[in-house]
Structures are given as structure tokens and as C-alpha cells.
């Protein structure tokens, strides 16, 4: 899960300096007072009593540039034209651009590109639309949709201000897997709307990633699009973080030697990672898996609005067991949290089995923090990049959509996420397995090739693959 948003740690204030009534010296001094430290200079315009300057300044957090500005507003003879640091620069303009394959130098070039040529493959798709794969993009496109409802750690922030994530995550499929990935924010949080929409703009994408959708809508939008469409379909904050925290799960449970049958889980917070992951623990083997929101622990004895709840509860919590969290976690073996931090106490964890598995996943701040429990735990994970063990969906979805794409996969199954897991587990070998390393780093370059195989293979094991790759043809 992976932090999405970084405090800043440099700025640049571009200055208008009135010569006449304050020195340089004077502004230095204000800013070094603020807690700055002035590391560039760059004079953008001199006139006879005024001066522009862009001053580069290494800050520690975002607490201090705001100390900073508000100490430069007060000085007499500077107006603060602009405050901008590396990351707002990195997005001007955006983050991606679209670029042609092919120049276009003479009036041939135009003709077979566009018209009048171009009608000629435009029939041929016409006459056998299969043929879209292999003369559009749509063989190597994924739509990264959102309706900017539930983006990690700002929350409905709305589709404007959800478009930097959704650049981003598409300069990840292209780095990490060469998926070239398409950010389309919708200006709805309607779910009739958003299926309809999608639906519409399907033909051009060979997949579709659905990213900070809150619930429960987007159960609902997953499941009606999966019904409805003949490509893949992945909610990555749902199945992503699934695929990931399992992975770990499985070599965390090696560390501690516990089958995976017969532990005990705890899933805290069951919105739509938290009901992700369950499926996935289940299916994977988990028997004995409880879920626990605020109202407590998810029992089937129980009827809830929640229709999702309700479904959830009979598949889970065999014992029904009642109760708040500090209460169900008594002899468990493994906490996966995916709800506030601060949740989880110390106390909670020495009610666990010997060696539990920690997974506490809650972003910026844990449910729990490592140096909390590190001296009880067996193994401890988080979603930072700060702590060992860093669950991140980035290990996932490049991987995941590189291999439904090479073999035309209809839909994204559970035996696809399983075997994604399994191969993003299998980076780490046994000699290098120990609590502090269950994950392999997401610039692994391993993992994406072998996330892909595992993908086909259980595509074409399950029916989904409508294309066999070379590789793979018997």
C-alpha cells in the first residue's frame, strides 16, 4: 500500500525584492531563523531599485515551509511572488505525454496513418473486431480510472485533485512493465454512472484498473464491469493490497513455521482491502479468519446494513466469536490491519500466540508502530517505505496486468491473484528470508517476469487466456 504522499524537503521562493529597503542579508537571516537552509540562488530579473530572485531552500518537513513563508510575508520590502518545491515541480504540466511510434515526414506517411489509408484497417477491424488487439493499442492500454472518492490518506478529494495519483500510478505500469496506462478521473460518484462510463470507453483499453474508489460502491462497479465486460478488471485497492499482503503472509509464516491451515487471522477493517484480503487468505487455505470493524467482530449470528457485511460474515468466523478487537485477538496468529492508526496496543499483541505476524498496514501512521512490539513479534510489516517489509501494491498490478494482457485474459480470477502472490513470494529466497525481509523490493526487476508467468499459466489453467503465448504452447 506503499506511501503515495511525502512530506516536502526543498523549496524554491521566488522573491521580489525591493533594493531600497532591505538587504539580502536580512532575508537570509530570516529564513536560516525559520529553520531553512539557503543551498541556491538564482537572480531572474534586475532593475534599478528591484530585484527577482528564485531561492532554493533544503526545509525538513512541511511545517517548516510554511514557518519559513510566513517569516518572509513579514518583512518589509519582499513580495512572496511563489513557493515551490521538487515534487510540484516534477508535476508541471503533468507527469506523462503521449508519443507517436512512427514520425510522420511526408504527405505518404500522413496518408497511411490517417486518411485516406487508414480506412482500409479501419474495415478490416469492422469486418473481425478481434483484430482491434492487433492493429489499435488496445493490446498494451489499461485505463487507470477513479472517481477520486477514496484516495489513500486525503480521502474525497474529488477527480481534479485525484489526477496526479492516477499520472502516477501509469508512469508505474510503464516503467515497471511496459503498460502503456491511460489516467481518466470522472467527474461522478454516481456507481450507475461510473459502470456506464466505463463501459462506453471499454473498446479502446485491452484492461481496466480501478484505483481510489470508496465503498461500498465499488464492490458493486467491480462486480457489474467483471459481468459485463470481456477484459480484466482489478480494483487495485482491494486486490492489490490482497495479492501483496498474501505474498508476505507467505514467507512471514515461514520465518515462524506455521502452516497456514491451521493459524488464527485477524483482519481489521473490512472495507474493500479488508474484504479483498480475506478472500484471498480463504482461498489460499486460511480456516480460522475473523473480521473485526468498529462495531466489533463480524458474526454471522448478526444482521448488518451492510449487505457486503453480511455476505462476509458467513464465510468467515467459524467459532463466532463476539467482541471489540483486544478481546477476538487472544490467541491469534496473524493481525492484518487495514483501518486508523494507533488502533493496536502492545497489550493486544502479548495476548497473541507465541511469534505472531504483524501486518499493519494503516498509512501515514500503523495501527501499531514496529518499535512498539518488535521485541514480542515474529515478524512485523507495514505500508512505509521507512520500516522493513514494505507492502506495496506497485509489486503487483504491473505484473498482474502484463500477464492478463499477454494472454488476452477475459477477467482477472482468484486463481491469477494466487499465483501472483506466490510468484512475488518466490523472489525471496530461502537463504535470504528472515523477519526483516519477507517482500522483495518493488525495483526488484525479478518480479515483474515473474508475476507474468504466474499470470498465464493460471489464465490458461482457468479457461480465461483467449491467446496462448509462444512460450507457453506446448
Known amino acids: 500500500m506503499g506511501n503515495k504522499m511525502l512530506g516536502a524537503k526543498s523549496i524554491i521562493l521566488r522573491l521580489e525584492i525591493s533594493t531600497g529597503e532591505i538587504k539580502f542579508g536580512q532575508i537570509a537571516q530570516c529564513i536560516s531563523e525559520a529553520g531553512g537552509d539557503i543551498v541556491a540562488i538564482d537572480v ?38 511563489n513557493v515551490s518545491d521538487r515534487t510540484f515541480l516534477l508535476h508541471l504540466g503533468g507527469k ?13 506517411d500522413l496518408s497511411r496513418v490517417y486518411t485516406p489509408d487508414v480506412a482500409r484497417v479501419c474495415m478490416a477491424i469492422h469486418d473481425e473486431p478481434k483484430k482491434a488487439y492487433s492493429l489499435t493499442m488496445k493490446r498494451n492500454s489499461v485505463a487507470v480510472i477513479s472517481d477520486g472518492s477514496a484516495v489513500l490518506g486525503l480521502g474525497n478529494i474529488g477527480p481534479y485533485a485525484a489526477m496526479p495519483v492516477m499520472e502516477g500510478k501509469a508512469m508505474l505500469f510503464k516503467q515497471f512493465a511496459d503498460v502503456d496506462a491511460y489516467p481518466i478521473c470522472l467527474d461522478t460518484q454516481n456507481v450507475e454512472e461510473i459502470i456506464k462510463t466505463i463501459k462506453a470507453i471499454a473498446p479502446a483499453y485491452g484492461g481496466i484498473n480501478l484505483e481510489d474508489i470508496c465503498s461500498p460502491g465499488c464492490f458493486e462497479i467491480e462486480q457489474r464491469l467483471r459481468e459485463e465486460l470481456d477484459i480484466p478488471v482489478f480494483h487495485d485497492d482491494q486486490h492489490g493490497t490482497a495479492v501483496v499482503i498474501y505474498a508476505g503472509l507467505i514467507n512471514a509464516l515461514k520465518v515462524v513455521n506455521k502452516p497456514i491451515d491451521e493459524i488464527k487471522v485477524i483482519v481489521c ?27 466489533g467482530a463480524i458474526n454471522a449470528d448478526n444482521v448488518y446494513e451492510n449487505s457486503v ?84 501494491n506497485v509489486l503487483c498490478f504491473p505484473g498482474m496486468f502484463r500477464g492478463a494482457l499477454d494472454c488476452r ?66
Open 269 to 295: 477493517g473490512i472495507g474493500a482491502a479488508g474484504v479483498a484480503c480475506s478472500n484471498i487468505l480463504l482461498a489460499a487455505g486460511v480456516k480460522n479468519l475473523i473480521g473485526v470493524d468498529r462495531a
Open 309 to 392: 457485511w453480511n455476505d462476509y460474515a458467513q464465510r468467515t468466523n467459524p467459532h463466532r466469536q463476539s467482541g471489540s478487537l483486544s478481546e477476538v485477538i487472544e490467541g491469534a496468529d496473524v493481525f492484518i490491519g487495514l483501518s486508523a492508526g494507533g488502533i493496536l496496543k502492545r497489550s493486544d499483541v502479548e495476548k497473541m500466540a507465541k511469534d505472531p505476524v504483524i501486518f499493519a498496514m494503516a498509512n501515514p501512521t500503523p495501527e501499531i508502530m514496529p518499535h512498539e512490539v518488535e521485541d514480542i513479534v515474529g515478524v512485523i510489516a507495514t505500508g512505509r517505505s521507512d520500516f522493513p517489509n514494505q507492502i506495496n
Open 409 to 474: 485474459a477475459t477477467t482477472i480470477n482468484e486463481e491469477m491473484k494466487l499465483a501472483a502472490a506466490e510468484a512475488i513470494a518466490s523472489i525471496v529466497t530461502d537463504g535470504e528470508r528472515d523477519n526483516f525481509y519477507i517482500i522483495p523490493s518493488v525495483f526488484n526487476t525479478k518480479v515483474v517476469p515473474a508475476i507474468r508467468e504466474g499470470v498465464i499459466r493460471a489464465a490458461i489453467k482457468t479457461g480465461v487466456a483467449t491467446r496462448i503465448p509462444s512460450q507457453f504452447r506446448k
Open 96 to 108: 506523462i505525454e503521449m508519443k507517436p511510434k512512427t514520425p510522420i515526414h511526408n504527405r505518404e
Open 44 to 81: 531572474i530579473h534586475t532593475a534599478p531599485n528591484m530585484t527577482i530572485r528564485d531561492i532554493t531552500i533544503d526545509t525538513v518537513d512541511t511545517s517548516h515551509i510554511q514557518k519559513i513563508t510566513e517569516s518572509i510575508k513579514e518583512l518589509h520590502g519582499v513580495k512572496l511572488v
